[in-house]
């Protein structure tokens, strides 16, 4: 009797396993509904904002991807940071920018989503913008990331506010025949070329 109690635990952890070796499989190989893009420039060349005494250089890559990632994934399901071979119902180009006013301490931040379907056809264009009072001389970092925040929350709810743009993300595309390959990223028009950082 012991044997035949310890078969039948043996079979059903082995069938547990292969269940969910089989759901590992299947949500690795399922699309993102959208991809992200930030420029490699954005990780690669920090930006340098001004204060009297010092001054404070930062990456906007990093920052950005940290906090827009889970907003957009909270909202959109299945979100993914573009890599070249992934492909999606939509890809967003994120674009941030950041200036600092020592004088009256306030952080102005912007960031830009521009949003493309599957055969790279522009469906908008949506900035949020922020003014955030802080310190550039203490904790830095923190107000970086609580302006840019609000001005996240303003460009999802831009996003949110265009049934345009939730059809195209939450309609599923048959075989992924108008899916956003992230390798077309090179081939999109430039929105706007920004020599410095703000």
Same mark, same amino acid.
């Given at each position: 009797m012991k044997k035949q109690i310890t078969y039948i635990l043996l079979a059903l952890t082995l069938l547990l396993n292969l269940n969910a070796q089989a759901d590992e499989a299947s949500s690795s190989n399922s699309s993102p509904n959208?991809? =992200?893009?930030? +420029?490699p420039v954005e990780y690669t060349n920090p930006i340098k904002l001004l204060h009297f005494y010092r001054d404070y250089w930062f990456y906007q890559?990093? =920052?950005? #991807?940290?906090?827009?990632?889970?907003?957009?994934?909270?909202?959109y399901g299945a979100v993914s940071l573009c890599e070249s071979n992934q492909s999606a119902n939509a890809l967003v180009w994120l +674009?941030?920018?950041?200036?600092?006013?020592? +004088?009256? +301490?306030?952080f102005y931040? #912007?960031?830009t989503a521009n949003v493309y379907t599957g055969v790279?056809?522009?469906?908008?264009?949506? =900035?949020g913008e922020s003014k955030q009072h802080g310190f550039l001389?203490?904790?830095p970092d923190y107000w970086i990331e609580k302006s840019y925040a609000l001005a996240i929350d303003e460009m999802i709810a831009k996003m949110q506010a265009d049934s345009a743009l939730q059809t195209l993300i939450n309609t599923p595309q048959a075989n992924g025949t108008n899916a956003a390959p992230c390798s077309m990223v090179t081939l999109l028009p430039t929105p706007r070329i920004r020599a410095m950082s703000f």
């Open positions: 959208m991809l =992200v893009y930030i +420029q890559g990093p =920052v950005l #991807e940290q906090l827009a990632l889970p907003k957009l994934t909270q909202l +674009q941030p920018r950041m200036f600092y006013n020592s +004088q009256v +301490q306030l931040s #912007e960031v790279g056809k522009l469906v908008g264009t949506y =900035v001389d203490i904790k």
